[in-house]
């Protein structure tokens, strides 16, 4: 029993003993590494290579950010570009007819074809309301079917006034009236504004002139339209007072129309506006 507790108590001082002296040696160790100048030159060599390698990584990596940026700014600038074509493109398609010229406002939209102004004769009770701009080179039908006098019927149209001069231009009266139908390139929708000379906000002007309708004491019935202010006659038409469809300016009459805003006896301008 006592030699058995003899040598336990034994390896217990043997384990102490080389615990406390493995720590001495390793402090020694270092103490001795941490004065030798060689390794402290070795370290500092090893470090500056570390650093170096991580300086010329950054700046390999700064490098490619930078190619990235300027990929990411050369697709935003296509996206921007698409995303306008696509807009323009959604947004595209409202068409109007600009009477009294043979032009479409620059930049804003495409002539579709130029021709001119034709309805019903000014006087027949059963005649069409609407005025067209008819093309200058009409095809036809391809039929057998004779024409007879129970038909409809469609005229040219001129610039009318009680004077030579018209809303129209000098000497205007009786001229034929061209006409031009436009698509807007960006604009969906399309309106004719009466009483005004610009357009509301968030709209755009396509063109502006002076209201225009048939004689009130004329039997036929007519529509307003918008002819341009800086209306043209029809290059090659006549003067000759042939009538058919015309076109007057139009003013206001007080009474069941508010006066003010209103004014007795005014011409009426109107404003032809793009959203």
Not at 59 to 76: D, R
Not at 154 to 174: K, P, V
Request: glycine share 10%; aromatic share 10%; net charge negative.
């Amino acid at each position: 029993m006592a030699c058995k507790y003899g040598r336990a108590h034994l390896v217990i001082n043997v384990l102490y003993f080389m615990l406390v002296c493995g720590s001495c040696f390793s402090n020694h160790d270092k103490r001795i590494l941490l004065s030798d100048p060689d390794y402290v030159q070795q370290q500092m060599t090893h470090l500056q290579s570390e650093l170096q390698t991580l300086q010329a990584t950054v700046q390999s990596q700064n490098g490619e950010l930078q190619t990235l940026q300027t990929t990411v700014q050369s697709q935003n600038v296509k996206i921007s570009s698409l995303e306008q074509q696509l807009s323009y493109s959604n947004n595209g398609g409202a068409s109007f007819v600009r009477w009294g010229r043979t032009d479409c406002p620059a930049n804003l939209t495409e002539l579709v074809y130029s021709g001119y102004a034709g309805g019903s004769w000014y006087y027949d009770t059963g005649a069409a309301a609407d005025r067209l701009c008819l093309p200058p080179d009409p095809e036809w039908l391809q039929t057998t079917v004779v024409p007879d006098d129970y038909t409809g019927r469609i005229y040219g149209a001129e610039y009318e006034s009680s004077s030579g001069h018209t809303l129209f231009g000098d000497d205007s009266h009786n001229e034929e009236i061209p006409c031009a139908v436009c698509r807007s390139k960006y604009f969906a929708s399309s309106v004719m504004i009466p009483a005004r000379t610009t357009c509301y906000s968030g709209w755009t002007k396509a063109y502006g002139g002076s209201l225009t309708s048939g004689h009130y004491g004329h039997a036929a019935a007519t529509e307003y339209l918008c002819v341009d202010e800086h209306a043209q006659p029809l290059v090659g038409g006549g003067n000759t007072n042939d009538d058919g469809a015309l076109f007057y300016g139009v003013k206001a009459f007080c009474g069941s129309l508010r006066c003010p805003p209103y004014k007795e006896n005014k011409y009426i301008s109107c404003v032809v506006c793009m959203k």
